[in-house]
């Protein structure tokens, strides 16, 4: 373990706790015990040094706060800590996509929506907000954040949840790559930070493709869309590759599903032919555009197509994938576990997960400790030294490290 997880003199600002809604469980778990093996070796690497870490509950078994909402026959709830967290720096984790929870009203089963997850999420914090010393959310998902702007006669459902957040008392918001980080302007004046997945996405690609090729004969990062161009210059001015992008026509006399229905795709960039082409976005929602894509990519004589998003929502099922990965239109598909997903989707030969649990952990043992986290919101310097390592070293350092 590397020693920039010992902060040395700086002790936490109070013990820490993370309150991990049902939602969030299994990735709060793994959050849990990357955070207890960091303060595990903080203490060893400190009693090395002679320097002695005399401070309440910062090197224990478990962070996990028992914690849960419980549901009326009604289908009402209530939010229930279980111990008392007097001081403590608490963290709830919440994933708003989780849909296979169900629960009970009257009889009859639901399966819990976003809006459950964001009730629960503010039961837990009405439980808690009073008596810990600071409450912060880490939501990877940002509720309600595909509805982030006015563009007629609507709510903005995004900008009133972060608002009544932060009324009620939260100190920090956590997210993750969200789909128009300008959001956070709803409330300037408290804490929100956006983290991307790039370098994990990066690391996953090195450990699987064996034989990719980082230059700008072999390798173009593409962007589906002009909203996801900013994702595809960072990504692709990192590897030192080209990118380009697609135009979507869309028919504006119409709206199918809440959107306008896309007419055509158009490219804009050299030529793919014989080249790996990364797709990269924000998340795959029910695929069609990134199918399309992925089509248009491969008429073009893309030799590999490989889909990166933060987010695989799969919302319209698995089926259109198997069938493009059969035709030989994808080759994979990496997204993160910052999301449920069904081990139908896990159990897929096209399918590779990016873990983000480590990077979670780096990030919440770094505010626990109210130390800077730039290089961490921006991880430039990890990801150039990572290709470097790939290009000096190839596939079997990566053997070595996962």
């Not at 439980?127 to 509805?147: C, D, K, W």
Request: charged share 25%; net charge negative; glycine share 6%.
């Amino acid at each position: 373990m590397a020693n920039n997880y010992v902060f040395n003199d700086v002790l936490p600002v109070a013990p820490l706790k993370i309150a991990a809604l049902e939602s969030c469980r299994d990735l709060a778990e793994k959050v849990n015990n990357h955070i207890v093996e960091f303060r595990r070796h903080d203490a060893e690497e400190l009693r090395r040094r002679q320097m002695d870490l005399n401070y309440r509950g910062y090197n224990v078994d478990s962070y996990l706060l028992p914690c849960g909402c419980p549901r009326f026959g009604t289908g009402e709830a209530k939010g229930v800590i279980q111990e008392s967290i007097r001081g403590a720096d608490l963290y709830a984790m919440v994933d708003v996509t989780n849909y296979s929870i169900p629960y009970t009203v009257c009889g009859y089963t639901n399966h819990m929506s976003p809006d459950d997850h964001y009730q629960d999420l503010k039961r837990i914090i009405g439980a808690s907000v009073a008596t810990a010393h600071r409450v912060n959310v880490i939501m990877p998902f940002l509720y309600e954040g595909r509805q982030h702007k006015r563009s007629k006669r609507e709510s903005l459902d995004c900008a009133v949840a972060l608002q009544e957040l932060v009324e009620m008392g939260i100190a920090n918001f956590i997210t993750f790559d969200a789909h128009d980080p300008r959001v956070q302007n709803a409330i300037p004046l408290h804490g929100f930070d956006n983290f991307m997945p790039t370098y994990q996405f990066v690391k996953t690609l090195f450990t699987h493709d064996k034989s990719l090729r980082i230059d700008k004969d072999h390798l173009m990062v593409i962007s589906p869309d002009e909203g996801a161009m900013h994702r595809a210059v960072y990504l692709a001015n990192n590897l030192g590759v080209d990118m380009g992008m697609f135009y979507k026509r869309r028919d504006y006399s119409r709206v199918i599903d809440g959107r306008n229905p896309i007419v055509a795709h158009e490219f804009l960039g050299a030529s793919v032919e014989g080249k790996t082409v990364l797709i990269i976005d924000d998340m795959i929602s029910s695929g069609e555009s990134m199918l399309d894509t992925a089509r248009e990519l491969k008429d073009r004589k893309a030799a590999k197509v490989v889909i990166c998003c933060t987010f695989g929502l799969f919302t319209s099922g698995l089926g259109k994938f198997d069938e493009f990965y059969h035709k030989g239109y994808i080759d994979y598909v990496v997204t993160t576990n910052l999301n449920y997903r069904p081990q139908a989707l896990l159990d897929r030969e096209w399918y590779l997960e990016a873990d983000m649990s480590k990077y979670i952990a780096a990030i919440v043992n770094s505010l626990n400790h109210d130390v800077p986290i730039g290089a961490t919101l921006v991880p430039t310097e990890k990801i150039q030294k990572l290709v470097r390592r790939y290009q000096a070293d190839g596939y079997e350092y990566f053997q070595t490290i996962v």
